[in-house]
Structure formats: structure tokens, C-alpha cells
């Protein structure tokens, strides 16, 4: 136990003092001795009465009285009067939340650095020892060390004390009180170092950095404050990013548009596609048309051209003439019908698709809603609502699947205008009478069908596509594919929109060619069921994705018997996409010992609004070879075409996506403002005038004017061209040989720091990191 005061005798208390002070007492005379009384005065009054309420539970909250007696404090204020010239460390910046009022009052009287080394310290401890004592200053240093002493241990009691009702002592945190005990300590340690160095005995660095670490350790907050967290950088957010003097710039001239090859002219060529299909079903009935598959990959129905032909003929009629409200038709040439078909009904959707056309009504082809309150087809119902449609066809299956209300009948869908639903069936149809014929007309500019797009943020618009674009598409890619009568064709792709429907539903019918479906839930289950169906029927085209091409990579060791000789044209739809390439080549490696040659895969670039832009030709064509390009990254962040070599992982290597299409005008004009030409070295939005492309948004003469009538202008300002051009939302460049070349869509555009990117390359390094044994540089 530590003895008190009062229990120590005066004869004793003067006997010890004088033992502690006899080394001070030669340097300390000029001192004034009342100085020394407060000081001591002050230092007792810190001790507790023995018979206090306090001294009871000093165990509990004053650990830090039983290492302090008026002796040791006079000892430790003789030596901070003795070193009062040597430099005291200042406090940091950095404050502590609980005591951040104390630490601005026990700044020291000088203004030392607390960042001095030891070996500063040992110098002063040296210079002290030879040099007398100047004691005109030591009250303020001994004020200060006290009142560091002090506060440690006072501010945090009375942090903790005060927080109670009536100012009763309660036991403060460990944290508190390791505070208090480590300015003690760090007090005590100080006053034995300068008393060693006055005796000569050298001072430790390995000590004296001990010292420094416990002084810096005190003066560090546990945490910064809690307003340091919600600071925001208003003026760094508001600073608009100046372009870098260093980037590169287009070097080279500006463009000039690129014209494709002339659209020939066919002899005997349908007047429209309503009259295609008239002839095929009158002179070549029983040729076949479609042949859908079920899950398993076996055919289950194959519809002829006659069969197409009377199925439709029969549709139309019924729509006309069968289907009415209070004595008045339901329909009318020109009305609105949506197609609500699942994906692995080719057949009865084909049947709907050309009853509307022989009708003269627009079909208007959408997915099969799920739920009730499905967040898509909700934007799918604002498109029905905005195009007018009030009659819905499907199949007896489908309508059995779709949510039912409380009367049997299909439920309202959220944000759908109510329709009235009929089943195409064949026992829902009504044969005609012999004298009623539909009008089959040349094609005109009224709006053949609807295509349906959905959009980055998610909305959901319609693009209008007139009679004479839907005949003009098919022909131009008749020319471009060379495709020929009675050919075979595999589809992979959805039936209902884009490719899909151009190749395997509108130009197929135009050439009476053979299509294989393949519904996407064969996909899944067997990845290599295209290429059975290929070898099977032995198809001279087929279109696909790049990702049917790299699934099948996964399931190509289970079949061995199997045979691509026989494809003359391999379209790869989404070919426009910067990571196609990879599942090309892969592709090409795998299957090439299966008969399949380098030059017949075929990639293409499309969007919805511009349909076929350019498609890479077939061999017998005698097209140049197809090209490679190995961009660097860092330029094409700047919009600008720099070559580069494959060793670097910096680059990223694109192929063409053929010739444009014939009789179209393209060209690139920059990406954002007005819609100036590029340069031959610089990527911009490519744009397509041509009479194959959409029309409109339908019922958004705003957005229509922006995408489908702009008009591209010289660097002076003058119009390249007297007709509108098509926005593609391709982003790309023409390359040699006028091959085209895309590195990116204008909805994966990220612009940070000034800089672009494109998020396609998020796919493409997802898709090189798969466990396929091939990675392609530049991902």
C-alpha cells in the first residue's frame, strides 16, 4: 500500500525529501522557493483523505494515485525545471473527440516538432550537462507537464462522473483509465530519462523510441471523428474533366461514304412477300416449308408452302369476317395484332404471322407473359396500349398456361389494355367461300409489321417496318447470301424478331427454302443439336450466335459421326460483338477436321432499327479474304484507330463483319453533337441510308426524328447526301478492302474520365476466364 501523507512523521518526510533532492539541490538555488511550495501544495491536493467516501473505491477508479506521492511529483517538476531548454513534443492536429478541449490547453510553451529523432534528444541531453540552468522559464514548462498529468487522469473521472445523477464516482472504461495510466507512465519515463542523462549514463535510442511511440500513440484519436466520414468534394464533382494535351487525335481524312454494290434486278421476283407466298402455295404445295423439333430433337410436324398458304388464307378470313361486336367487324385493314407465340411454336406462329399479312392487318409479335405482374411485359403492355392493339392471337396450349382470373378468362395483365384473346387452332378457323380471295397488292410504304425493342433503361418502343423495306430486306440479303431455291436452312435463333425472323420466316418464304427450328429449350438440353440437324439434312446455311457456337464446344466429344461439309455459310448473327472472335476461332480449331472450312463463317452486324448492315459474303463470291484488326485500347478510349501487335495484352483484336449491304449507303459520324463525318482513323456511330431499314418508332415522332432521319454533314457543314440515314448504334469504323469493322454498341457506352469504354469487354473477360483452355488476348 502507498502511505499517505499524514502517516508519514515530518522528521521522516524531510529525511527522504532531502535524499530525492540531493542530486537537484545545487541547480535549483536560483529557483524561488514559493514556486516550489504551490507546486507541492498542488501535487498533494490530488491525494484523497484517508477518511473520505472517495478512498474507499480508490481500487476501482483511481488505479492511478497508489504510483504518485508528493515526493516522486517534486522529483519529476526538479527535473522538467532543471531540462526546461530541451524541446517538448507538440501535440498532432489529429484530436481526440473526448478530450479534444484539454489537449488545446496543455500545449507546451515552445514549438518544438514532435517528429525529432533520438539522436537530436541525446545532443540536448549533452549541451544540458555542461550548460548552466536558466530558470526565468521553467514555470511554464512545470505548469504545463502538471496540468498534462492532471488532465489525463481528471477530464476522463470527470467525463465518466458527470454522466451520472448527483456526481457519484462510477468505474470508467478501460480505455479511460489505460489513458490516464499511460500519461503517468509516459511522464514518469521522461523525468528518468533526463535524469539519466544528467548522471552521464547514455540514453538507449531503443528507449527513447519506446518514449516517442507511447507520446504519438496517446496524442491518435481511436477513430476521426464522425463528421470526417460525410465530407463531400463539391468542387472536385463540379470540375469538368479537361481534355489530356497528350491523347491521341485522328490523324487521318475524313471519310467519304462507303456505297455497297448495286441491288440487282431479279427477273420474275415476287411483287411482295403476300404474293410469295401465294405462288409457292399454288405451284409447289407440297414442298416443304418448316419442320419444327420437339425437346428431344425429334421432327414433329412439317409445314409445306400449300399448307402455309390454305392455314393462312383460312386465318384471314376468320379475322375479317368471323370476329365482331354488335353487328360491326372487330378488325380492320391496318388494325394492330399482338402474337403471343412460346418459343417452340415455329409453325403456328408462321401461320399467325402471314394470316395478318393476307389480312392487311400489322402483327405485332411479343414474348408470352409470365406473371401477372412481370416487369417486362409490363413495357410490353404500354407498347400494346400505345399501338392500339385490342385483339391477341396464341395457341390453345399457350392460352391454357396463362394466368386465369375468376371467371376462366385470361387475366388482365398489369399495364395491358384489355384484349380479347383467340385461339388460332384449326378448329377455331373458318374455311372461306371459293369466290373470297385476300387482296394481294404490290408492296406499298403502310406498315407491313412491328418489331418490338427494349431498350438500356427498359422501356419498351415499337419499330414500324413498311411492305416495301420488308421486300427490299429480303432481296438485298437474297443478293448478299446468294441464297437459291429449295435450300436448307438451320435456325437457332428466336423466330420472332431480328434475324431470326428475317432469315428464317421472311426470306426463307421469298426463296422457298427449307427451314430447321430449333427451339432454345433443345439448347439446353443438347447444345449440339444444330450440328446433328445440319449433318441430318444436310443444310447449306445456318444461323446462329456466338454462344451457340461455344456450347456446343462444351458437347462436341459426346459425338464423333458427324459432318459440316455440307455448310456453305455459317451466319453468325451477333458477329458484331467484340468477343464473337473467340468463339470463331475456337469453333473453327474444334471442327475444322469435321469438314468445316475457315471461309464459311460469316459474321454480320444488324440492329433492330436498321436491320442488315453488312454481312461477311460467302467464298464463291469472290469477295476479298476476311481481316483481322489488332487495336490498341488505349486509343480506341479516345475514339481513335491505333494498329497494334497481339504480344501486348493492351490490344484488343476485332474481325470484320463483311461488306455493306447492297444497295446501301454507310458511313461514321462521331458519337455525340452534331453529327459530323469521321476521319478514316477515328470510331464513331455507323449510319445507313438504304431503303431496307425501319421506318419509325411507332407513335414517337421525337425519338424517330433523331434516329431515322439524320442527316450526316461535311466538316463545313454540307450534307453528304439528300436522303436520310438510320442511327445503327453500331460503333465502328470502315477498314481496307471497304470491310467493316465494330468494336462496340452505342448502350454499352461508359464514358469515365473523359475516356470510353465499352461494356461489351465486361462479357468478353467473363467469357475468356470460362474453363474452355483458350484465352484471347487483350481480355
Known amino acids: 500500500m502507498l502511505l499517505l501523507p499524514r502517516d508519514i512523521t515530518q522528521k521522516g518526510y524531510e529525511k527522504k525529501r532531502g535524499k530525492l533532492l540531493a542530486p537537484y539541490i545545487p541547480q535549483i538555488q536560483g529557483v524561488d522557493p514559493s514556486l516550489q511550495i504551490d507546486n507541492r501544495i498542488q501535487a498533494s491536493s490530488q491525494a484523497v483523505l484517508p477518511g473520505s467516501k472517495h478512498n474507499k473505491s480508490r481500487a476501482a477508479n483511481t488505479r492511478d494515485e497508489r504510483f504518485r506521492s508528493d515526493l516522486h511529483t517534486e522529483a519529476v517538476q526538479a527535473a522538467l525545471a532543471k531540462y526546461k531548454e530541451r524541446k517538448m513534443p507538440m501535440p ?74 448527483g456526481g457519484r464516482s462510477v468505474t470508467t472504461t478501460n480505455t479511460t483509465a489505460h489513458a490516464a495510466l499511460n500519461a503517468n507512465a509516459a511522464a514518469t519515463a521522461l523525468a528518468d530519462l533526463m535524469a539519466h542523462t544528467q548522471l552521464g549514463v547514455p540514453v538507449n535510442s531503443r528507449v527513447s523510441s519506446k518514449i516517442q511511440q507511447l507520446l504519438n500513440t496517446l496524442k491518435r484519436p481511436k477513430r476521426p471523428p464522425l463528421r470526417e466520414f460525410f465530407v463531400d468534394d463539391f468542387e472536385e464533382l463540379m470540375d469538368v ?61 412439317t409445314l409445306t408452302y400449300g399448307k402455309l398458304w390454305t392455314r393462312s388464307h383460312k386465318l384471314a378470313y376468320t379475322l375479317l369476317n368471323k370476329l365482331s361486336t354488335r353487328n360491326e367487324p372487330l378488325l380492320m385493314p391496318g388494325d394492330r395484332v399482338a402474337l403471343v407465340f412460346p418459343n417452340n411454336d415455329p409453325v403456328m406462329f408462321m401461320v399467325a404471322f402471314y394470316g395478318c399479312l393476307l389480312a392487311e392487318l400489322v402483327p405485332v409479335p411479343i414474348e408470352v407473359p409470365l406473371t401477372r405482374k412481370d416487369a417486362g411485359s409490363q413495357q410490353i403492355g404500354f407498347l400494346l396500349g400505345s399501338c392500339g392493339v385490342t385483339l391477341a392471337l396464341t395457341t390453345d396450349a399457350c392460352q391454357k398456361g396463362l394466368p386465369k382470373a375468376q371467371t376462366g378468362e385470361v387475366a388482365t395483365f398489369k399495364g395491358w389494355p384489355r384484349l380479347l384473346w383467340f385461339v388460332t387452332d384449326g378448329k377455331h378457323v373458318v374455311k372461306p367461300p371459293k369466290d373470297w380471295h385476300p387482296p394481294i397488292r404490290e408492296a406499298s410504304n403502310d406498315i407491313a409489321y412491328i418489331e418490338y425493342k427494349t431498350s438500356k433503361e427498359g422501356s419498351t418502343m415499337g419499330i414500324t417496318v413498311s ?18 431455291e429449295a ?114 463463317i460469316c459474321p454480320c452486324a444488324s440492329s433492330s432499327e436498321a436491320m442488315t448492315v453488312a454481312i461477311r459474303r460467302p467464298p464463291e463470291m469472290g469477295v476479298p479474304p476476311p481481316g483481322k484488326a489488332v487495336l490498341s ?46 476521319h478514316t482513323d477515328e470510331v464513331g456511330e455507323i449510319c445507313l441510308s438504304s431503303g431496307t431499314t425501319g421506318v419509325a418508332y411507332y407513335g414517337l415522332p421525337g425519338m424517330t426524328k433523331n434516329i431515322f432521319e439524320t442527316i450526316p454533314v461535311t466538316s463545313s457543314g454540307v450534307p453528304v447526301s439528300d436522303r436520310p440515314f438510320t442511327r445503327t448504334s453500331l460503333l465502328g469504323f470502315v477498314g481496307p478492302d471497304s ?29 475468356a476466364v470460362e474453363p474452355m483452355k483458350f484465352v484471347y488476348r487483350g481480355r
Open 487 to 600: 435450300e436448307t436452312i438451320t435456325n437457332v435463333l428466336d423466330f420472332k424478331r431480328e434475324a431470326g425472323l428475317w432469315h428464317g420466316v421472311l426470306t426463307s418464304v421469298m426463296n422457298r427454302m427449307h427451314v430447321i427450328s430449333i427451339p432454345y429449350s433443345l439448347m439446353k438440353v443438347n447444345p449440339l443439336s444444330w450440328i446433328q440437324k445440319v449433318h441430318t439434312y444436310k443444310a447449306r446455311v445456318a444461323v446462329v450466335k456466338s454462344r451457340d457456337m461455344h456450347w456446343s464446344l462444351l458437347a462436341q466429344r459426346d459425338q464423333r459421326d458427324i459432318s459440316l461439309s455440307s455448310l456453305r455459310m455459317l451466319i453468325v448473327a451477333d458477329g458484331a460483338n467484340p468477343w464473337s472472335i473467340s468463339s470463331c476461332d475456337a469453333f473453327l480449331n474444334v471442327f475444322q477436321a469435321r469438314g468445316l472450312r475457315p471461309e464459311v
Open 739 to 767: 470491310l467493316v469493322f465494330v468494336v462496340g454498341k452505342m448502350e454499352g457506352l461508359m464514358v469515365v474520365s473523359g475516356r470510353r469504354h465499352n461494356a461489351d469487354d465486361v462479357v468478353a473477360t467473363a467469357l
Open 241 to 301: 474533366q479537361q481534355p489530356d494535351p497528350n491523347q491521341p487525335k485522328p490523324e487521318g481524312q475524313q471519310m467519304s461514304p462507303l456505297e455497297g454494290e448495286p441491288l440487282g434486278v431479279v427477273t420474275n421476283w415476287p411483287p411482295s412477300l403476300p404474293a410469295a407466298l401465294q405462288r409457292w402455295g399454288t405451284t409447289q404445295p407440297k414442298s416443304p416449308c418448316l419442320t419444327a423439333l420437339d425437346n428431344a430433337g425429334k421432327p414433329v410436324y
Open 467 to 484: 411492305h416495301s423495306a420488308m421486300l427490299a430486306h429480303c432481296h438485298a440479303l437474297t443478293q448478299a447470301c446468294g441464297y437459291t
Open 633 to 678: 485500347m488505349g486509343g480506341l478510349s479516345h475514339s481513335v484507330i491505333r494498329v497494334d501487335t497481339e504480344e501486348k495484352l493492351s490490344v484488343l483484336t476485332v474481325q470484320d463483319v463483311g461488306q455493306v449491304m447492297p444497295g446501301a449507303l454507310v458511313c461514321v459520324v462521331r458519337v455525340e453533337g452534331t453529327p459530323y463525318l469521321c
Open 92 to 165: 498532432s492536429k489529429r484530436r481526440s473527440v473526448l478530450v479534444q478541449s484539454s489537449v488545446e490547453a496543455c500545449t507546451p510553451p515552445d514549438t518544438s516538432s514532435a517528429s525529432e529523432d533520438e539522436g537530436s534528444l541525446r545532443r540536448q541531453g549533452r549541451l544540458a550537462t555542461s550548460t548552466p540552468y536558466q530558470g526565468h522559464g521553467h514555470p511554464a514548462v512545470e505548469h504545463w507537464f502538471n496540468r498534462v498529468i492532471q488532465g489525463s487522469s481528471t477530464s476522463s473521472s470527470a467525463s465518466s462522473t458527470s454522466s451520472h445523477p
